[in-house]
């Protein structure tokens, strides 16, 4: 967007940032229990996922698949910036939305810490 303040962009790339941090937990785990390939796959999968959040598909459970969070923020960002009177009817679902992504962040935050805690490192095929 030409006339977009600098601030939105900051904005959005801070919102995806964190955003992504489960799939980057959930990749990490994945990656460290069952090997880069189950990590790869999942990646894909993830990839086809999200591409469906994007549509009117994933207008109902977008809130509950990792994958789909930083995709509906951007979308939910811009369209504050960009029709602030269609955003003020909507709002409530990003905010669910957000709040859910928080959460899991946390707990899939702390469950890492403790899977990390009793982890013994990687296997000797790898």
């Given at each position: 967007?030409?006339?977009?303040?600098?601030?939105?962009?900051?904005?959005?790339?801070?919102?995806?940032?964190?955003?992504?941090?489960?799939i980057?937990?959930?990749?990490?785990?994945?990656?460290?229990?069952?090997?880069?390939?189950?990590?790869?796959?999942l990646?894909?999968?993830?990839?086809?996922?999200?591409?469906?959040?994007?549509?009117?598909?994933?207008?109902?459970?977008?809130?509950?698949?990792?994958?789909?969070?930083?995709?509906?923020?951007?979308?939910?960002?811009?369209?504050?910036?960009?029709?602030?009177?269609?955003?003020?009817?909507?709002?409530?679902?990003?905010?669910?939305?957000?709040?859910?992504?928080?959460?899991?962040t946390?707990?899939?935050?702390?469950?890492?810490?403790?899977?990390?805690?009793?982890?013994?490192?990687?296997?000797?095929?790898?």
């Amino acid at each position: 967007y030409r006339d977009a303040p600098a601030s939105l962009y900051l904005k959005a790339g801070i919102l995806l940032l964190i955003t992504m941090l489960p799939i980057y937990l959930i990749h990490l785990f994945v990656g460290m229990s069952f090997g880069k390939g189950a990590s790869m796959g999942l990646g894909i999968a993830g990839s086809l996922i999200a591409a469906l959040m994007i549509t009117g598909l994933g207008d109902a459970t977008w809130k509950y698949i990792p994958w789909a969070w930083g995709v509906r923020a951007m979308d939910y960002t811009v369209l504050a910036w960009d029709s602030p009177q269609l955003y003020a009817q909507v709002k409530t679902d990003f905010f669910s939305g957000m709040i859910i992504s928080v959460c899991c962040t946390v707990c899939l935050l702390i469950a890492s810490l403790v899977w990390f805690h009793g982890w013994e490192g990687g296997k000797n095929t790898e």
